[in-house]
């Protein structure tokens, strides 16, 4: 079988994926603000202006505008280039020195290579969650950041909470793309060797990975979506100068953060 170059790897991968987030990203605006909504308060006990997908996307439409699905797309492009520009470049290198051959390789790799992409690109992944977030104040869940742009929010982050303050989070985002990218890169080719055996489509035609992509994309939803909740929950918090929840949801009934 031929191979590809890490280098080759890099740039497909992060150019497809950047091309992908074009049309994902409103999906990304109406998940994190659905995980976001009755954050540790009680079933009933909350405001639900988020109710289903469809419902969820005509809401931050009336809010926000057509163009409010599009919130965070910078932010979103650029973690996805950096994320997965280290991603298949790692993987491409492992594979490169048979490792993806080994017994279990393949998820070992996936998830190293994974993990290593959510730690470079988690910054724009923070500033990307906090600015999907905001809205007007009758939709608002979560806290609200108020930033302008990723540069002012990059600004802001790094003047109030230094620069340990641009990977605060960092800690749920690396075991979410973890299992993310160890299912997607174990199961993908699986998945595309099975549309091919069942011969629904020409052996050659794009169609075939992009049917397999999609298969593989269910397991990937499955095992990340809890990750997911807690990524975006920690990305979206506010902190003190100390990295420290300030909000009294933070802490339970009766205690207070000295304790």
Not at 47 to 75: C, E, F, I, M, N
Not at 231 to 251: E, I, K, M, W
């Amino acid at each position: 079988m031929e191979t590809v170059a890490p280098a080759v790897d890099l740039v497909l991968g992060a150019s497809a994926c950047c091309l992908a987030c074009v049309f994902t990203n409103p999906l990304e605006v109406v998940k994190t603000r659905m995980q976001l909504q009755g954050e540790l308060q009680a079933p009933g006990t909350y405001h639900r202006p988020y109710r289903g997908l469809v419902a969820s996307t005509v809401a931050v439409a009336r809010a926000d505008g057509w163009w409010g699905l599009q919130k965070g797309l910078a932010a979103g492009l650029l973690y996805q280039g950096l994320m997965n520009s280290v991603r298949f470049y790692c993987y491409g290198l492992a594979g490169q020195a048979g490792l993806t051959q080994r017994p279990g390789g393949t998820v070992v790799a996936g998830a190293v290579a994974g993990a290593l992409g959510a730690f470079v690109a988690s910054p724009a992944y923070l500033v990307k969650t906090q600015l999907q977030a905001q809205t007007v104040a009758a939709m608002a869940v979560g806290h609200q950041h108020h930033h302008q742009s990723i540069l002012g929010a990059l600004e802001t982050i790094w003047r109030q909470q230094g620069l340990a303050g641009l990977w605060r989070g960092v800690g749920g985002a690396v075991p979410r793309v973890m299992v993310g990218s160890a299912a997607q890169l174990a199961t993908f080719t699986s998945a595309k060797a099975w549309v091919q055996d069942q011969q629904w489509l020409p052996e050659d035609s794009w169609l075939v990975a992009l049917t397999g992509g999609m298969i593989s994309s269910v397991a990937v939803a499955a095992v990340m979506t809890p990750f997911d909740v807690t990524s975006t929950r920690l990305y979206n918090q506010p902190v003190d100068g100390a990295g420290r929840c300030h909000l009294p949801l933070c802490f339970p009934a009766g205690e207070t953060e000295a304790e």
